[in-house]
């Protein structure tokens, strides 16, 4: 997330909206009971700056009485409306790529292997935004193993802001992507330009082997695992060191002996885990297998 300047905000035609740092700390503590996600005090402009317009075209004098809606507990619609506003959603096609060369290298090889011999693989792509590391995951996977969706192999892509995956569902994206994936990569996820020019649409192929779903941290997790690989990068560094332990734990829980995950650069897990999972790789982790006491 990105601090604005607080005057300047505030001195266009949101100054009709009255807020105040009372009201920031306020909203920050909504906002950490439902996703976890701790909002530092210089983000009080970004939280006046992204809500402004949903207060005024609500008809309402003030956050204050915004706020006031969102701790009556009865708009649920208006709770997802404000975590989709106040989480950041940075990502790319490929994005860390040393990632995508571990998984393509170390990893898929064994998983391709076990496919063919009609075991279920489940890869999940935890805090997916809107797509990119799914397709990314999806485009690796076909490339040595282009009949993959005939088998038992699937993606998982989850995340809190349902907004973002919508996005992810429909898989049409502007052609200004490639700016940061290389046009190289354009056969390996995309098929050709579709509706208005200058847009690109994922290839059908990659669509059949991810399934997108909401899902918050803080609620009972919807997944069972167990997963072969787990992607979730740079979903952890807002979140508090006792939301982050029981994240990984969880995580740790869910994956298969042997298998991967992969965080954010940024991102460390907790010394409580060096006996679950070995460091592999940059910001890479094999879950270890328990030794069975004879």
Same mark, same amino acid.
């Given at each position: ?8 905000? /505030?001195?266009?035609?949101? #100054? ?32 006046? #700056? ?243 006491? /004879?």
């Amino acid at each position: 997330m990105n601090s604005l300047n607080t005057t300047s905000e /505030r001195s266009n035609s949101a #100054s009709d909206v009255s807020y105040t740092s009372e009201d920031f700390t306020r909203i920050s503590e909504i906002l950490h009971s439902i996703s976890g996600i701790k909002m530092p005090e210089s983000n009080e402009a970004l939280v006046f #700056s992204r809500l402004f317009r949903r207060v005024r075209n609500l008809g309402l004098g003030g956050f204050r009485d915004y706020i006031n809606i969102l701790e009556s507990g009865g708009d649920i619609e208006e709770k997802e409306y404000m975590v989709s506003a106040l989480t950041t959603n940075t990502t790319r096609f490929f994005r860390e790529d040393y990632h995508f060369a571990t998984f393509s290298d170390d990893v898929l090889p064994s998983l391709v292997s076990r496919a063919r011999k009609g075991e279920r693989i489940r890869i999940w792509s935890a805090g997916c935004s809107s797509g990119e590391e799914p397709y990314s995951i999806a485009a690796c996977i076909l490339k040595s193993f282009p009949d993959a969706y005939r088998f038992d192999f699937r993606i998982l892509g989850t995340d809190i802001n349902k907004s973002v995956l919508s996005v992810a569902e429909k898989g049409v994206y502007e052609k200004s992507v490639l700016n940061s994936c290389g046009h190289h990569l354009i056969a390996d996820v995309f098929e050709d330009e579709v509706g208005v020019s200058g847009r690109l649409s994922v290839r059908e192929d990659l669509r059949k082997l991810i399934t997108f779903r909401y899902m918050n941290f803080m609620d009972p997790w919807p997944v069972r695992g167990p997963f072969s690989t787990i992607f979730c990068r740079n979903v952890m560094i807002y979140m508090e060191n006792d939301v982050q332990s029981m994240v990984w734990k969880g995580m740790s829980k869910i994956l298969e002996p042997e298998g991967y995950l992969f965080i954010g650069h940024s991102e460390r897990i907790g010394d409580e885990l060096k006996s679950e999972l070995e460091l592999v790789g940059k910001t890479t982790f094999r879950k270890l297998e328990k030794k069975v006491k /004879r």
